[in-house]
């Protein structure tokens, strides 16, 4: 746990790519993320450009920004549905669903093709779609009750009499996709279903209490773009997220991947419509393998652009690759080779920094440094360095004692939401 919360502090410094890099150097880092144009809500004073910022104006500036942030995460805005979640349960915990079980096996019966088989091994085909797993399912006497339908749709009351209705349509093309292989043993034979599903184009929940709306997620998905049959070193998507959870919102306007290719992500987070973290990255990736083994050969993030609160911001580039591959440069722990190593790593993130309130000077950034380890062997680790001058070893800068206030934070943060769970879970 402590290094988690270290790593927590260190994230509001470098974000995600830097601390996946070091770890090839065998140190721990951390993870942030954002984009620009974000509200700022009761901001400080902003840091003004051409003014040099300390090591210590900056980590209360750090400091401020991670209270604020969390102080948005409250686990009690959704109480309400671990409420309505645990009702539900205890109110229809017996209903009677032979009827849907018995619809739900013919489903299956109609959409699994057999292709072939011998006394000891069968194979089977299954094709999951909307178009046949459909209907409107309500209670009624104690049963559960199916209606023909054109989308699929689940309505309960909850026990102030609230209707309680969860409604899922899709619309445009589809692209039928290979998800997975499914075997089930007998004592002398064995059926394996090789599961597909026909992809939309466009899906979108809803789901509502007492008419008002409660959840909403549409996605929409490039279909064209889709194989078949899954394979990462060929494959290329382009999928869109908009998803609303009572007074939050989570919208991915873009995210492209393609394995010899571009890889990109556009998002934003925002509560009550104030803008908490937006993201953009930008690169390109490569992939090599197959048969669902496959390995990164590279990702060089050519665009990178976090935003915290509109006060706190992550900018630059990061060859990934590169940086992973300088730090196993290390074959041998001598004074030579971790030096050299640590000169190539800085290098390779020296276009990656941290900036304040919208401003384009550079107030802190990681390099890599050669230190000698009380065994006398030689290895690599991350520094923090900035504008001032000043620098500092990650695990020397992010202690539990100089970081407490953030610590403390986070571990409120992380028991209110696990508690939450647990009283989803427990009855």
Not at 316 to 345: Q, Y
Request: net charge negative.
């Amino acid at each position: 746990m402590r290094k988690n919360l270290i790593n927590l502090a260190s994230a509001l410094l470098m974000g995600v790519v830097v601390s996946v890099s070091l770890v090839a150097c065998g140190d721990d880092g951390g993870s942030s993320s954002g984009g620009g144009g974000a509200v700022q809500p009761d901001n400080d004073d902003p840091v003004v450009d051409g003014q040099t910022m300390s090591s210590a104006e900056q980590k209360q500036k750090l400091e401020s920004v991670a209270t604020q942030f969390m102080g948005y995460a409250k686990a009690s805005d959704f109480t309400d549905i671990r409420d309505l979640a645990n009702d539900l349960k205890t109110l229809y915990k017996d209903v009677d669903s032979r009827d849907v079980g018995e619809w739900w096996e013919q489903t299956l019966d109609n959409i699994t093709e057999y292709i072939s088989g011998d006394d000891y091994y069968a194979e089977y085909k299954r094709v999951y779609s909307t178009a046949q797993i459909k209907g409107h399912f309500t209670i009624s006497n104690g049963k559960w009750i199916r209606t023909d339908a054109n989308d699929l749709q689940i309505s309960v009351k909850d026990s102030k009499g609230r209707d309680c209705v969860a409604t899922l349509t899709t619309s445009g093309n589809t692209k039928r996709v290979f998800i997975s292989t499914e075997n089930k043993r007998g004592y002398y034979h064995t059926d394996s279903y090789r599961n597909y599903a026909d992809i939309p184009q466009n899906i979108s929940l809803v789901a509502t209490v007492g008419g008002q709306q409660m959840v909403k997620v549409d996605i929409t998905t490039d279909i064209n773009a889709i194989n078949e049959e899954l394979d990462l070193t060929r494959d290329r998507y382009n999928v869109t997220v908009n998803a609303t959870v009572k007074n939050y919102n989570v919208n991915v306007s873009r995210l492209i991947y393609q394995a010899q290719g571009q890889a990109a992500i556009t998002t934003t987070v925002k509560k009550d419509n104030v803008q908490l973290l937006s993201v953009i990255v930008e690169g390109t990736t490569k992939v090599s393998g197959g048969n669902g083994r496959y390995e990164l050969t590279d990702a060089n993030a050519q665009n990178i652009n976090v935003d915290v609160l509109g006060q706190l911001q992550v900018k630059g580039s990061l060859d990934v690759i590169g940086v992973i591959n300088a730090g196993n440069e290390i074959s041998s722990s001598d004074e030579t080779t971790a030096k050299h190593a640590a000169d190539n790593m800085t290098i390779l993130m020296k276009n990656l920094g941290i900036f304040y309130d919208g401003g384009s000077q550079k107030r802190a950034w990681v390099e890599a440094e050669a230190f000698q380890k009380r065994s006398g062997y030689w290895n690599v680790r991350p520094v923090v360095c900035f504008d001032d001058g000043t620098k500092y070893a990650f695990d020397e800068y992010f202690t539990e004692s100089s970081w407490k206030t953030v610590i403390d934070s986070a571990n409120k943060v992380i028991r209110d939401f696990d508690n939450l769970i647990k009283s989803l879970n427990s009855k």
